[in-house]
């Protein structure tokens, strides 16, 4: 998988993604090789609860030459160079005027910063500190051919993966980012290759809807179309982004505090990891801003390595491939299947002879000669099963109960479905 | 404040408060230059539940005097040299009849005590008990010239400051201990400052009743004559004794545990001081024993400095203008002005634009320029604000989900307010 | 009560019990001079639930013989020597064959075991394992006098004592071990006394269910036949077992969790024991496995001494005369009478003037005199039961709130019932 991680990384790390624009589009036509997504343009002014759709940006050339015709800083090198939405200008300048629109990181002078002015117009540039120390009293020549157009459009990208059930899980990341490698496209492509695996899983009980979107104005868009719908029909959901190191698991909870993936990242992390972050939900980060917003309050989490604001090369170019693991990647996708399995599994049981115990001698399930150490494991899983499935306590209950792992219970509550015991 | 209130103490001071008599009415009259006081006159044997209102006692003179006719002990000297109750004498008697009638503190032997026989005919003398080791075999002569009339009344007081609302908030103080500082003065000083803070405030949300009672068979009264009322209107209620020292704050929790005044008192002490005692309702202390009984039950805790019992000088003649600080008083009669603000603050607020976050950009609220370090405690107070305005948080709990503190949050409130995004 | 209880327990001791047979005829019999037993004869192939009683086992000799004729074992010496349950042998066979067939302790080489084979036909001998290591190649025979007739019976038995109350209390306790003290006698002889004490106690509230039946089949025929009854009356049932020693106390919750029994035995624990173990519900264990399975779950814990499975002796031989002190039983079954003066007491208590504090002074209840230190502990436990005795809260909520112990409540509780102040 890794292999194929990285290939996929490759070819997306140098497109020049944002809000809008053709980088956007770029973006969603790979990942749409893994995963059969719908892709949806937005005009531009559509209206969303408070908000507008912004103009679509593109970008041609953006570079700053000095007197002699070199270039000082070239757009082509690195997107991060320019400013997120910067308005098109073409003008020589003194080396003050230039200053005043040229934004650096004094503290990380060697990091190029991430920076953007969706909303105000305003054009500008990023460079290192150090490189910014050593302009000269020069005549300047600035050019950046970009547009910002009325009539374009916002793409946005999602597909719902039917399961047996109608009630779902949404699984939503963000493409709005340029050339940035944790904060950015870990999302997409472990959201992608989660679809792959899921995709491939016979009897899913639950439909999956994987959200593509640009961050805020794209998740606010994505309410003020599928609200609703995903307030009558959302049982869980994960906000994927910062899954791209390999540090602990950090896990921002849902606004509601003990939802269900609140629950079920909680008890995967507590019974297979030795470190980990477990967050109370606060409203600053990403989408689950809008997705927790007091008229949704949808149960959506965000299960993250480390977290945005908490690596200094956060927003930065150095959020590069260099900071990330594929290794770790693949990691994340497995960790990510092994909560979707707990979601599959966790139905409130019901023991179908609920008045004393069961025989179990007479099935096979229980040893026929007692002496002192009869009490295997295998004896205890299935008593506290039967014990705790009075359609009260599901899964997660059964285990924090009987202290028992989830990995433990599946293989024997699914003994004792087939033989009839319980039933789901 | 602080001149004033010596001033006030030093008039009170010397007056001859009990349950009943001319002290008790001398005492309202002077607190009514600061206080609109609505003067009542209840009679003696009016019934009270299962009590009944007392005669009314007056003493006009009482002292002992040895052989050679000096004073042994004067009541005109302290006060708190006759029994509280005590019933008229005249008569001569050796020592070891008048020893059975003089009541001392073995422990503190410098200091007078405090005692009352209120329900039991008795006379009485206390003192010093080193001033009463040294009483000689003589002859004595006992003078108590006191009245216990039982077609006079019990004086009690109260106010009522109205608001915009009808809901009410109950300060309740006492008056009927003779000459003691911080566990009697204080309290009416504290009290009646208040009353004329708040009078000044405009647009008062909730109604003030202000009490002033004797202990006990006061508030027997006063709930046997307001009860019903108050248990449908009261949001909040404190009982204002021993506010005179400069201890910590000790807070003693209203019945039900999780009042208003309790929430309110808890999250002031633990924002704005560093030490301070909280402790749960217990059913023995001062008038709380008869709002808190368990057909009331109402809202009422108790805000004090140290508490009675906890300082060696209660209920005696060193509770007196050394032990106590009349800068201590005002900063006290600010901490509960503070706690009024919130109790005027504490409404459920509503998110108008509950879908979503609103555009703050276009409102002036939020940056529109974003690099690493947009979050600003600002951005960060609206967020919270924003996030938990779903009509079932209230100002404090907002404060304790967000960790903001309720000074941080209220004017950043009334920004949303204005701007038509926050409903009370 | 030592001499008496030691006088049963030998007479128990030699009795050959098992689910069924002659053997447990005979205790109950012996039984039957402490308690007013209901002896039951339950048909073997009768239908409990998923369950069928089985067939009925009796044993009339049972030996090993060396080729000199030497009796290697002989079940007349000790009964754990045969496997419970053995069918019958009579053949000559060689040591390989015979090692097949005996069962020890490899770690504990000086105990026998006790082992059972109740449902699956086998015939077996257990041994010290040191015993076992000497036995040298012969031919031995084999000999097992025993029966298990289809058309017999299971023997079991209950006493219903009446109390002014339908609501029943439920002590329930196994006789299907063989010669054990802790894990088998020590539970019918604190029961059967209990019994006792509580048949001379006056006014009793509660109706007693005591319950003397063989472990698992015998409480799920007794749930089979009273289960529903009991769903009806039960509000508090304990498990006598394991009860013979002077260890500290285990008391293993009931499921609930929070059921009468569990907040008795928890409180009556804390204030009267410096170190006793609380453990909660699990479904491994006596018969609490059955009264709370999922379909009753009854309110019913267990209180015992060293728990079984916590003790090396356990299902051993060692678990004998030696290992149990009856010094230790006789203060059980009065730590289990304190528990039932709490089931008797535990009424939500109602203060009939709850208004304000009735005036106890003229009661003769609060001191008239009124000084520094009046609120002794009769005063303070007389305010704590008015305050709290609002109909919401229990004897045991008020000591827990009051932390007045429940044996410093009861009497103060009565003078205020006595005085028609309080009522049940």
Redesign the interface.
């Known amino acids: 998988m890794r292999k194929e991680l990285e290939k996929y990384f490759d070819r997306l790390w140098p497109i020049n993604r944002s809000l809008t624009g053709d980088g956007n589009r770029e973006t969603l036509k790979i990942l749409s090789e893994l995963v059969d997504l719908n892709i949806i343009e937005v005009p531009s002014g559509t209206k ?4 507008n759709v912004p103009p679509e940006w593109n970008v041609k050339e953006a570079w700053i030459k000095d007197s002699k015709g070199n270039k000082v800083i070239d757009f082509s090198n690195n997107n991060l160079h320019l400013l ?1 939405y910067s308005i098109p200008i073409y003008r020589k300048m003194g080396l003050s005027e230039l200053k005043e629109n040229i ?1 650096t ?1 004094p503290d990380q002078p060697d990091y190029i ?8 117009e ?1 054009w500008g540039f990023c460079m290192a500190h150090n490189q910014f120390l050593k302009l000269e009293q020069d005549e300047y020549e600035v050019f950046i051919d970009s547009s910002l157009n009325p009539k374009g459009s916002m793409t946005v990208a999602d597909v719902v993966l039917k399961g047996s059930s109608e009630r779902e899980i949404l699984l939503s990341t963000y493409i709005c980012h340029p050339s940035m490698a944790s904060n950015e496209l870990s999302g997409p492509l472990v959201s992608a290759f989660i679809y792959n695996q899921l995709k491939k899983m016979p009897n899913r009980f639950y439909t999956y809807r994987f959200v593509f979107i640009p961050e ?1 104005i794209g ?2 868009y994505y ?2 179309s599928h ?1 609703e719908e995903l307030k009558q029909k959302l049982d869980a959901g994960l906000i994927i982004t910062c899954v791209g190191d390999a540090g602990n698991y950090t896990y921002k909870k849902s ?1 509601q505090g003990n939802s269900l993936p609140d629950r079920s990242v909680e008890i995967v992390l507590k019974q297979t990891e030795d470190n980990y972050i477990i967050k109370d939900f ?3 980060g990403s989408d689950e ?2 997705y ?6 949808l149960p959506v989490g965000s299960l993250m390595r480390t977290q945005y604001w908490e690596y200094p090369e ?3 170019s150095r959020d590069n491939k260099d900071f990330i693991s594929f290794e770790a990647i693949e990691k994340t996708i497995l960790k990510y299947l092994e909560i979707i399995n707990v979601f599959e599994n966790n139905f409130h049981f019901k ?1 179908t ?7 179990l ?2 099935r096979g399930l229980y040893p ?5 150490k009869s ?1 295997t494991a295998f ?2 899983t299935m ?2 099963i ?5 359609g009260t306590n599901d899964l997660i209950n059964i285990s924090e109960k009987s202290k028992i792992s989830i990995n433990d219970l599946i293989p024997v509550l699914n003994k004792l479905i087939e033989e009839g015991i319980i039933m789901r």
């Open positions: 969303c609860f408070d908000w997120g934004y990181l910063p991430y920076a953007t002015s969706y909303y105000k305003k805020t998740s606010i309410l003020s609200g606004r606060c409203p600053m801003r809008q927790c917003s007091p008229g949704f309050n956060y927003h930065t023991n002879m609920p008045f004393c115990e069961p025989q001698g007479k026929t000669f007692s002496s002192k009490n004896v205890s008593m506290w039967l014990n705790l499935s009075d």
